[in-house]
T-cell receptor, first 111, second 115 residues
Framework: KNQVEQSPQSLIILEGKNCTLQCNYTVSPFSNLRWYKQDTGRGPVSLTIMTFSENTKSNGRYTATLDADTKQSSLHITASQLSDSASYICVVRETGNQFYFGTGTSLTVIP | DGGITQSPKYLFRKEGQNVTLSCEQNLNHDAMYWYRQDPGQGLRLIYYSQIVNDFQKGDIAEGYSVSREKKESFPLTVTSAQKNPTAFYLC??????????????FGPGTRLTVL
Protein backbone atom coordinates (compact mmCIF):
# COMPACT_ATOMS: atom_id res chain seq x y z
CA LYS A 1 0.00 0.00 0.00
CA ASN A 2 1.35 3.43 -0.98
CA GLN A 3 1.81 5.55 2.13
CA VAL A 4 3.67 8.63 3.33
CA GLU A 5 4.47 9.01 7.02
CA GLN A 6 5.89 12.10 8.64
CA SER A 7 7.48 12.63 12.01
CA PRO A 8 7.29 14.23 14.43
CA GLN A 9 3.61 15.17 14.36
CA SER A 10 4.43 18.46 16.06
CA LEU A 11 7.55 20.30 17.10
CA ILE A 12 8.33 23.39 19.17
CA ILE A 13 11.73 25.06 18.87
CA LEU A 14 13.36 28.29 19.94
CA GLU A 15 13.96 30.99 17.39
CA GLY A 16 17.41 30.67 15.85
CA LYS A 17 17.67 26.92 16.40
CA ASN A 18 17.83 24.27 13.69
CA CYS A 19 15.40 21.39 13.24
CA THR A 20 14.89 18.37 11.01
CA LEU A 21 11.61 16.91 9.85
CA GLN A 22 11.31 13.34 8.58
CA CYS A 23 9.32 11.72 5.79
CA ASN A 24 9.22 7.97 5.09
CA TYR A 25 7.31 6.60 2.13
CA THR A 26 6.38 3.32 0.49
CA VAL A 27 5.14 4.83 -2.79
CA SER A 28 6.16 2.88 -5.85
CA PRO A 29 6.99 3.40 -8.65
CA PHE A 30 8.50 6.67 -7.45
CA SER A 31 8.54 9.85 -9.56
CA ASN A 32 9.34 12.74 -7.24
CA LEU A 33 9.04 14.05 -3.70
CA ARG A 34 8.05 17.53 -2.67
CA TRP A 35 8.04 19.42 0.59
CA TYR A 36 5.37 22.05 1.05
CA LYS A 37 4.94 24.73 3.69
CA GLN A 38 1.37 25.50 4.70
CA ASP A 39 0.55 28.50 6.83
CA THR A 40 -2.65 28.26 8.87
CA GLY A 41 -5.69 28.84 6.68
CA ARG A 42 -3.66 29.08 3.48
CA GLY A 43 -2.82 26.77 0.60
CA PRO A 44 0.45 24.80 0.60
CA VAL A 45 3.45 26.42 -1.07
CA SER A 46 6.25 24.35 -2.57
CA LEU A 47 9.66 24.48 -0.88
CA THR A 48 11.65 21.84 -2.74
CA ILE A 49 11.10 19.08 -5.26
CA MET A 50 13.44 16.16 -5.94
CA THR A 51 13.51 13.35 -8.42
CA PHE A 52 15.01 9.90 -8.01
CA SER A 53 18.56 10.96 -8.88
CA GLU A 54 18.77 13.94 -6.52
CA ASN A 55 20.10 13.57 -2.97
CA THR A 56 20.02 17.14 -1.71
CA LYS A 57 18.27 20.33 -2.68
CA SER A 58 18.31 23.68 -0.92
CA ASN A 59 15.99 26.64 -0.92
CA GLY A 60 17.42 29.34 1.30
CA ARG A 61 17.38 28.08 4.88
CA TYR A 62 15.53 24.92 3.84
CA THR A 63 17.52 21.85 2.77
CA ALA A 64 15.83 18.64 1.71
CA THR A 65 17.54 15.28 1.39
CA LEU A 66 16.35 12.15 -0.34
CA ASP A 67 17.53 8.56 0.04
CA ALA A 68 15.64 6.66 -2.65
CA ASP A 69 17.10 3.34 -1.49
CA THR A 70 15.67 3.57 2.02
CA LYS A 71 12.69 5.69 0.85
CA GLN A 72 13.38 8.44 3.33
CA SER A 73 13.51 12.20 3.06
CA SER A 74 14.27 14.94 5.54
CA LEU A 75 13.73 18.68 5.61
CA HIS A 76 16.30 20.63 7.59
CA ILE A 77 15.55 24.18 8.64
CA THR A 78 18.52 26.32 9.62
CA ALA A 79 18.43 29.30 11.98
CA SER A 80 14.66 29.14 12.42
CA GLN A 81 12.54 32.28 12.34
CA LEU A 82 9.12 33.00 13.79
CA SER A 83 7.72 32.99 10.24
CA ASP A 84 8.75 29.34 9.89
CA SER A 85 5.83 28.42 12.15
CA ALA A 86 3.61 26.38 9.85
CA SER A 87 2.69 22.87 8.83
CA TYR A 88 5.21 21.08 6.58
CA ILE A 89 3.80 18.48 4.24
CA CYS A 90 5.69 15.76 2.36
CA VAL A 91 4.11 14.70 -0.93
CA VAL A 92 5.28 11.78 -3.05
CA ARG A 93 4.22 11.37 -6.66
CA GLU A 94 4.18 8.01 -8.37
CA THR A 95 4.85 7.68 -12.09
CA GLY A 96 1.13 7.30 -12.78
CA ASN A 97 0.48 10.92 -11.74
CA GLN A 98 -1.03 9.95 -8.38
CA PHE A 99 0.02 12.09 -5.41
CA TYR A 100 0.34 10.77 -1.85
CA PHE A 101 0.29 13.17 1.08
CA GLY A 102 1.74 12.88 4.55
CA THR A 103 -0.28 14.24 7.47
CA GLY A 104 2.27 16.98 8.04
CA THR A 105 4.51 18.20 10.86
CA SER A 106 3.28 21.23 12.75
CA LEU A 107 6.23 23.46 13.60
CA THR A 108 6.02 26.24 16.16
CA VAL A 109 8.94 28.61 16.55
CA ILE A 110 8.91 30.56 19.81
CA PRO A 111 10.94 33.66 20.69
CA ASP B 1 -0.10 37.23 -12.00
CA GLY B 2 -0.21 33.54 -12.79
CA GLY B 3 -1.77 31.20 -10.31
CA ILE B 4 -4.83 29.52 -8.89
CA THR B 5 -7.68 31.38 -7.31
CA GLN B 6 -10.43 30.01 -5.13
CA SER B 7 -13.55 31.77 -4.02
CA PRO B 8 -14.98 32.49 -1.63
CA LYS B 9 -12.38 32.28 1.14
CA TYR B 10 -15.06 31.58 3.75
CA LEU B 11 -18.44 30.01 3.08
CA PHE B 12 -21.32 29.25 5.40
CA ARG B 13 -24.12 26.92 4.48
CA LYS B 14 -27.24 25.64 6.13
CA GLU B 15 -27.79 21.93 6.36
CA GLY B 16 -29.58 20.55 3.31
CA GLN B 17 -28.24 23.15 0.91
CA ASN B 18 -25.93 22.56 -2.02
CA VAL B 19 -23.00 24.94 -2.43
CA THR B 20 -20.44 25.44 -5.20
CA LEU B 21 -16.79 26.30 -4.63
CA SER B 22 -14.96 28.07 -7.43
CA CYS B 23 -11.46 27.23 -8.68
CA GLU B 24 -9.79 29.04 -11.58
CA GLN B 25 -6.25 28.75 -12.91
CA ASN B 26 -4.36 30.70 -15.57
CA LEU B 27 -1.31 28.44 -15.60
CA ASN B 28 -2.54 26.56 -18.68
CA HIS B 29 -2.35 23.33 -16.71
CA ASP B 30 -4.17 20.27 -17.98
CA ALA B 31 -4.78 18.58 -14.63
CA MET B 32 -6.82 19.97 -11.75
CA TYR B 33 -7.64 18.51 -8.36
CA TRP B 34 -9.88 19.03 -5.36
CA TYR B 35 -8.76 18.06 -1.88
CA ARG B 36 -10.35 18.18 1.51
CA GLN B 37 -8.28 18.93 4.60
CA ASP B 38 -9.44 18.16 8.14
CA PRO B 39 -7.50 18.90 11.35
CA GLY B 40 -4.78 16.33 12.02
CA GLN B 41 -5.29 14.59 8.69
CA GLY B 42 -3.48 14.70 5.39
CA LEU B 43 -5.10 16.03 2.26
CA ARG B 44 -7.67 13.66 0.83
CA LEU B 45 -8.48 13.61 -2.88
CA ILE B 46 -12.12 14.29 -3.80
CA TYR B 47 -12.03 14.55 -7.59
CA TYR B 48 -9.45 15.16 -10.26
CA SER B 49 -9.50 16.00 -13.94
CA GLN B 50 -6.71 15.30 -16.40
CA ILE B 51 -8.36 17.04 -19.34
CA VAL B 52 -11.38 19.12 -20.26
CA ASN B 53 -14.72 17.29 -20.14
CA ASP B 54 -13.22 14.40 -18.20
CA PHE B 55 -12.90 13.83 -14.47
CA GLN B 56 -12.38 10.95 -12.08
CA LYS B 57 -13.46 10.20 -8.53
CA GLY B 58 -10.86 10.35 -5.83
CA ASP B 59 -10.84 8.64 -2.46
CA ILE B 60 -13.79 10.52 -0.93
CA ALA B 61 -16.05 11.55 -3.83
CA GLU B 62 -19.38 10.67 -2.19
CA GLY B 63 -21.54 13.74 -1.69
CA TYR B 64 -19.51 15.87 -4.13
CA SER B 65 -19.77 16.66 -7.83
CA VAL B 66 -17.55 18.51 -10.31
CA SER B 67 -17.50 19.73 -13.89
CA ARG B 68 -14.66 20.59 -16.28
CA GLU B 69 -16.18 22.51 -19.16
CA LYS B 70 -13.17 24.80 -19.53
CA LYS B 71 -9.46 24.13 -19.05
CA GLU B 72 -9.09 26.94 -16.55
CA SER B 73 -12.09 26.15 -14.36
CA PHE B 74 -12.93 23.22 -12.09
CA PRO B 75 -15.85 24.03 -9.75
CA LEU B 76 -16.75 21.70 -6.89
CA THR B 77 -20.32 21.29 -5.65
CA VAL B 78 -20.83 20.08 -2.12
CA THR B 79 -24.26 18.49 -2.07
CA SER B 80 -26.63 17.86 0.80
CA ALA B 81 -25.65 14.19 0.56
CA GLN B 82 -22.23 14.96 2.04
CA LYS B 83 -22.65 14.01 5.70
CA ASN B 84 -19.84 16.05 7.20
CA PRO B 85 -18.99 18.88 4.80
CA THR B 86 -17.37 21.31 7.24
CA ALA B 87 -13.72 21.39 6.20
CA PHE B 88 -10.99 23.32 4.40
CA TYR B 89 -11.11 22.72 0.64
CA LEU B 90 -8.04 23.07 -1.55
CA CYS B 91 -7.88 23.18 -5.31
CA UNK B 92 -4.66 22.37 -7.17
CA UNK B 93 -3.40 22.11 -10.72
CA UNK B 94 -0.43 20.49 -12.40
CA UNK B 95 1.03 20.10 -15.84
CA UNK B 96 2.23 16.53 -16.51
CA UNK B 97 5.06 17.73 -18.74
CA UNK B 98 8.10 15.63 -19.43
CA UNK B 99 10.70 16.79 -16.93
CA UNK B 100 9.56 14.78 -13.94
CA UNK B 101 9.10 17.94 -11.90
CA UNK B 102 5.34 17.60 -11.99
CA UNK B 103 4.58 19.97 -9.20
CA UNK B 104 1.11 20.72 -7.93
CA UNK B 105 0.26 24.36 -7.38
CA PHE B 106 -2.39 25.03 -4.75
CA GLY B 107 -4.99 27.72 -4.40
CA PRO B 108 -5.51 29.64 -1.14
CA GLY B 109 -8.37 27.39 -0.03
CA THR B 110 -12.02 27.79 0.92
CA ARG B 111 -13.19 27.13 4.45
CA LEU B 112 -16.72 25.75 4.39
CA THR B 113 -18.78 25.72 7.56
CA VAL B 114 -22.19 24.07 7.77
CA LEU B 115 -24.44 25.69 10.33
Amino acid sequence: KNQVEQSPQSLIILEGKNCTLQCNYTVSPFSNLRWYKQDTGRGPVSLTIMTFSENTKSNGRYTATLDADTKQSSLHITASQLSDSASYICVVRETGNQFYFGTGTSLTVIP
Amino acid sequence: DGGITQSPKYLFRKEGQNVTLSCEQNLNHDAMYWYRQDPGQGLRLIYYSQIVNDFQKGDIAEGYSVSREKKESFPLTVTSAQKNPTAFYLCASSDPGTSGYNEQFFGPGTRLTVL
